[in-house]
């Protein structure tokens, strides 16, 4: 009848219920050599099952990140990822089924968003396991938008995990033990900081309605992942403009000075397009410039989305050599793939 | 005063009239180890200058479809890749200035896709190197959607450019002569069948507005990269249901054949979040299914954009052991990297 009233969610899906399982299964399929999907748990496994003698990262939270986290997981970064439904914590038992599954006898490290959910869930799933699994957490909380919001006690953990994932990952690949490979995650997310900022809202599937109310000519200055607030909304401005109220605040906040070095990370939110997004990381580039910030690694695309969001989020991570060299080692996962 | 009526595009913008330079400059920025912008003519060249021996391979057109072309600079693809205005072919100097910046004395292919400008203006290019540098050119027109088009005599180059770019550079990358590669070329993109939808406008940033209406019930079937239109408009169905419309035609186009071996690629139009492209990759995946037609192969992102179109397209590559090999080949471009 009226336009604004379409009998379904205009999306790419059969039934709002099913979205997560059979993108799930996609992934599968497209990449059968790398992952292999439980699908009774929702959870994407590494193909060829645990490395005896070799830590396992496990990773996992709401679906509608994507590639976070099930697109991390193959050689030298995850062994696996549990999915919950859209913006939503996956269960303990997908933990609890997950960890037991990549276990090589060398222990676990949980790798959790600071999310209330998320962290209360590993944590179960960790005491589900104990005596069996030797488990460690690392909780990422890099963004320096707010102190804390709807869904944290505490900062968020958003594009930095990202990071934590993958040098954490080569660490593991390399033989560390558990308490070095957790070491170096946690080293990872003290220096990495981020902030994003959106365009538009996003659409989860079962509800069908913009998540937020966002004017066409404003933005939301430090937004969440899940479209949940940020500091601020400004009028549409230049991206030079945007890209200062979000590098200055995780420079300022990362305390990084004149001559240090940083692996730069422009990461799309979903909705805009690649020509932006470098746009965006030239802005970053010329920001770092007039700072004396060298770039020693970049990393532009969208990593950790927000469903269709348009907009993007800076991180920062600190580089030194040995973090630089973990970053370098080979990954092959269906979204990141180097040396290999 | 009115929402509706935005101060400024609603972009990650500084200028309209400077999105591509600064894509570009940012595109340099994030991967100086792979490309360097000639900023004067508005070229990616890939870093380190003509491999003297190679055949090269130069492409381009208009931008907005990122990473296409310029994200396919780097060892075992492009060459260089020439950027128009968004959805503007680019000039004969540009490709004029790529062709000789890029001759290694082997010769030079030119990928061009099959629109009315980027075809004139490469031919023009053409001549104008004529006696100085060896040039061969071959047009792809893989878009089975629709047979002349709003900017096209014949079919369309859509999907498949990407995957003549990666096997021909392979090609190249390992020695093949320019007749050699041009056969390559040509052999693929015989091979190859597109065919996209969309399920929104995108905004050229220039005009600000939607490039075309589209009802929130209704897609457009057979969509071209500019949004111009394709076969139909039909309601919003099931994603199974609008796999069919694409994979139908493909497959019949093609000829594909019980137990025969594909390439397939599921390609994101710019606005649609990953989840849903892997959705809709099981879709295709269960139809190639019940035709007996195995994926030996498969890419699953946005290479091939408009903008922030939401929608995606299928193309599928008949594969024979050759083109498999030369698919598997090393390549490090900002976009696409294995083995490297």
Chains 1, 2 share one sequence.
């Not at 037991?100 to 960790?126: P, W």
Request: aromatic share 4%.
């Amino acid at each position: 009848m009226a336009t604004n009233a379409p009998s379904r969610v205009k999306k790419l899906i059969n039934d709002v219920a099913n979205v997560v399982p059979e993108s799930l299964a996609g992934l599968g399929r497209a990449h059968p050599d790398l992952v292999k999907i439980d699908s009774a748990n929702l959870v994407v496994l590494r193909a060829g099952g645990p490395r005896p003698g070799k830590v396992s990262l496990v990773s996992g939270g709401g679906s509608g990140h994507e590639p976070l986290h099930g697109g991390f997981v193959g050689l030298g970064m995850l062994d696996a990822a549990c999915a919950g439904h859209v913006f939503t914590s996956p269960v303990p038992d997908q933990m609890e089924a997950a960890t037991r599954a990549v276990d090589g006898g060398a222990g676990v490290l949980h790798i959790v968003k600071n999310y209330t959910g998320d962290v209360l869930n590993f944590q179960l799933a960790a005491e589900l396991v104990a005596g069996d699994v030797e488990v460690a957490t690392v909780v990422t909380n890099d963004d320096v938008a707010v102190q804390d919001s709807l869904y944290t006690a505490g900062r968020r953990g958003v594009g930095g995990t990202v990071l934590v994932e993958k040098i954490a990952g080569a660490h593991a690949e390399a033989g560390g033990s558990l308490a070095a490979v957790a070491a170096t995650a946690v080293k990872v997310n003290a220096n990495v900081r981020s902030m994003g900022m959106a365009l538009t809202s996003c659409v989860v599937p079962a509800a069908g309605t913009p998540t937020f109310d966002l004017p066409d000519d404003e933005i939301e200055i430090g937004i969440g992942i899940h479209g949940e607030p940020g500091r601020r909304r400004e009028k549409i401005a230049p991206v030079d403009d945007i890209a200062r109220m979000l590098v200055d605040p995780i420079v300022s906040d990362l305390g990084l000075e004149r001559g240090e070095r940083v692996l730069a990370f422009v990461n799309g939110m979903g909705g805009t397009p690649l020509i932006e997004l470098y746009v965006a990381f030239n802005s970053v580039a010329k920001l770092l410039d007039q700072r004396g910030i060298e770039i020693g690694r970049s990393l532009v695309g969208n990593y950790i989305t927000s469903l269709e969001m348009a907009g993007f989020s800076v991180s920062l991570l600190r580089l030194d050599d040995s973090l630089a060299e973990l970053w370098d080692a080979p990954v092959h996962t269906p979204a990141l793939r180097w040396g290999v």
